[in-house]
């Protein structure tokens, strides 16, 4: 039996690769929606990008909605620096004709859950967490509900991204994300510590163009843009791919290990705002409220979104 999944995203590059990774795995996965939210570039761009996606995957009759346009507390910021100034910079993709659906996606995310059994529906984040505080906040029965909420976001030991010490998707809505890790649901997050383990290498990104389809030419247009800004940074023998590890999650967890343990956000020091703080090691008493996963394997990851890839149109 496959499991219901609705994708909270703002897609860049490596979100996109993420939610063409879900829809080519209908056996495993059932993709209820997807949901936009204001992170990587604006709500409406990233809603948009949604659109081309389903449509590249030639699945137009999943339906896309827009969520929240700003985080909870804050300023948008946005990483045009990295993903181009349409988010998904990098393949030439049409103007989408499937339309945005009218609903505002806060409302779809609580209406879909309180009209499932429990335990029925995963949210999987590749964004800000906007939406799903938001969503907690607006109805807190939602929590009870959620299956589980598998996310990409923080970092512990490869520590930050945007700044020395936070990760994006965190830092861009910290009060968002205090909220969700609060919240009581089942949490797997996907942290930087694997990311930067799965690394787009100039074969790997050979090997997706050879595959020859438009959703695999596609998905390594993006990649090849978007690892510009990263290999300059890092100087790594290719990119970190962040969000298509969720899904690679769900697929196949065997390729993830961890542990349960607390995770807990910083919203008050200018220093080191947005840092999600694990506690590893267990010395503190805190309430063990996140699996945690700390290594992936690249080579297996790999493997299984080639295969998949191959499978769209
Ligand atoms: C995260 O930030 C975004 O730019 C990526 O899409 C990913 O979700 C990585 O820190
Ligand atoms: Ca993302």
Redesign the pocket.
Known sequence: MSRKIIIDT?P????AVAILLALASPEELEVLGIVAVA??VGLHQNATNARKIVELAGRPEVPVYAGCSRPLRRALVT?EH??GETGLNGPDLPAPSVPLQAQHGVDYIIDTLMGAEPGTITLCT??PLTNIAMALIKQPAIAGRIAEIVM??GAYFEVG??TPTA???IYVDPEGADVVLRCGAPITMLP?DV?HQIQSTPERLAAMLAIGNNSATAAHAMLTFSETFDLAKYGWAGAPL??PTVIAWLLRPELFTGRQCNVAVETASELTVGMTVADYWHVTGRDRNVNYLRNGDAEGFYALLLDRLARLP
């Open positions: 703002d860049g590059q490596d979100d992170g990587n990483a990295v993903h590749l964004g990409m976001g991204n945007i990760e994006f998707n930087l990311t962040h969000d």
